[in-house]
């Protein structure tokens, strides 16, 4: 058999209780549904932050963010660095074995036309660079308080292209589906990798009406937020169409995630009160997109590859997480790993018999915050709620086993636990900047 098609679909800001699949009650996601249960679902799958361009940078080179020099938000403004040309991304490790690389969506990790997506492996890129814009004009107005002014934010190839009244998610789905198909119209025979990153349902809320209309019983809201991710569904639909009338569906790696957990931002529709509907669910989780409490970093994970898995039906509990992906796309598709270090593992061990735990232990860091999760273990350190909120324990151990929404702190039951998890964390981060010359 070939060497598989490699597809990446990464969305922005979604909650781990945003997908039909993982327990939405109000959001219809049939198309990403019907992948988890003829693929495998994944429960315990991870972020390695809990914002977006620190969590892409470990999704393409498999490595924790400390790694990668890309540990908090990049600015938007023209001309900011980002992930450094020295860090090898799936696309720059696919592309010496005949793979045909291209990405579509956000980047998020660079402005410089020396760190765009083309300069990291990408024979196609279209997209925009910073870490949103507004869906109709792809311009990118935020961070005006910081003096950056707006800017028209879409590229093709490095040069500057025009859609305006496009729906930024259905132009994603667009040049997604004709980079699958130009292996039939244009003679293309190889093996192919896509990124698709998808910017829904970040910020700004914009949705047409006819995905608007699919939730007459919903608050405003809510059928904003639940109209983006129809969207999105909608696009993942149409991939796996394209994959079908082409003749590659069985035999291409699908992978489904997000950077992040649902955001409090008050662009997020409302002020971010308690009491009112932040825009996105974290499930039972506790926390949002900032904090390294589960609700900010725990994401819905989805593998298919018929190829392998045929009917499909697997539910792993295993903890993961994104640097996971590039060591096992590379043994799927028969590729020994690069000399350099991955901080990532396969998990293709897990889609037969599940067996011993994936990771010993999984950490983050994060703006202050430090984590650790070893087995039913989690231990925060100076842990926030979002970008604003702290939380009221500096020190804060959960047992996920009995309390997934990490709402009881242990630390005065277990001080040898929670000592020697605190330990491990701090010398994991101090070795690593040690290691990285920070």
Not at 90 to 116: C, D, M
Not at 319 to 341: F, K, N, R, W
């Amino acid at each position: 058999m070939s060497k598989p098609n490699i597809i990446v679909i990464y969305c922005d800001d979604l909650g781990y209780g945003d997908l039909g699949s993982y327990g939405s009650e109000h959001i219809r996601t049939p198309h990403l549904d019907r992948l988890a249960e003829e693929g495998a679902r994944f429960t315990n799958w991870y972020s390695n932050s809990p914002v977006c361009s620190p969590s892409r940078a470990s999704l393409l080179t498999g490595r924790y963010p400390v790694r990668t020099g890309v540990e908090s938000i990049l600015s938007g403004k023209r001309g900011t660095a980002g992930l450094s040309l020295d860090e090898k991304t799936i696309a720059s490790l696919l592309k010496p074995h005949g793979y045909r690389t291209g990405l579509f969506g956000k980047w998020h990790l660079g402005v410089t036309p020396e760190q765009n997506p083309n300069a990291h492996g990408f024979d196609e890129s279209f997209g925009f660079l910073a870490g949103c814009v507004d869906y109709y004009s792809h311009i990118f107005y935020w961070e005006q308080q910081r003096g950056v002014n707006p800017v028209h934010d879409l590229w093709h190839n490095g040069k500057e292209v025009w859609s305006n009244g496009g729906y930024m998610t259905e132009l994603i789905t667009e040049k997604t589906v004709a980079f699958i198909e130009a292996d039939g119209n244009e003679g293309h025979d190889e093996p192919f990798f896509a990124y698709v990153a998808y910017n829904a349902p970040h910020y700004p809320m914009h949705a047409p009406q006819k995905y608007v209309d699919r939730y007459p019983d919903l608050p405003p809201d809510k059928r904003i937020m639940a109209a983006m991710i129809s969207a999105v569904d909608d696009g993942v639909g149409e991939i796996v169409d394209a994959l079908r009338r082409t003749g590659q569906y069985d035999n291409t790696i699908i992978f489904f995630s997000s950077d992040n957990g649902p955001s409090t931002e008050s662009r997020n529709y409302l002020d971010g009160t308690e009491d009112l509907y932040y825009g996105g669910s974290a499930g039972i989780f506790r926390g949002h997109k900032g904090s390294l409490f589960d609700g900010g970093i725990r994401e819905p994970a989805i593998l298919s590859y018929p190829a392998l898995l045929g009917r499909g039906g697997i539910v792993r509990h295993e903890p993961c997480a994104m640097m996971d992906v590039v060591p096992t796309v590379l043994e799927l598709a028969g590729i020994e790993p690069p000399v350099h270090h991955l901080d990532g593992k396969s998990i293709v061990p897990l889609l037969g018999q599940p067996g011993e735990q994936h990771h010993e232990r999984l950490f983050w860091s994060y703006e202050g915050q430090l984590a650790v999760r070893e087995g039913k273990w989690k231990l925060v350190l100076n842990g926030k709620l979002d970008f604003g909120r702290q939380a009221p324990d500096a020190v804060h151990l959960s047992d996920l086993e009995h309390d997934p929404g990490e709402r009881n702190n242990l630390r005065e039951q277990y001080p040898d636990k929670a000592r020697e998890l605190e330990e491990a964390v701090t010398r994991w981060y101090d070795e690593l900047r040690r290691q990285e010359g920070i």
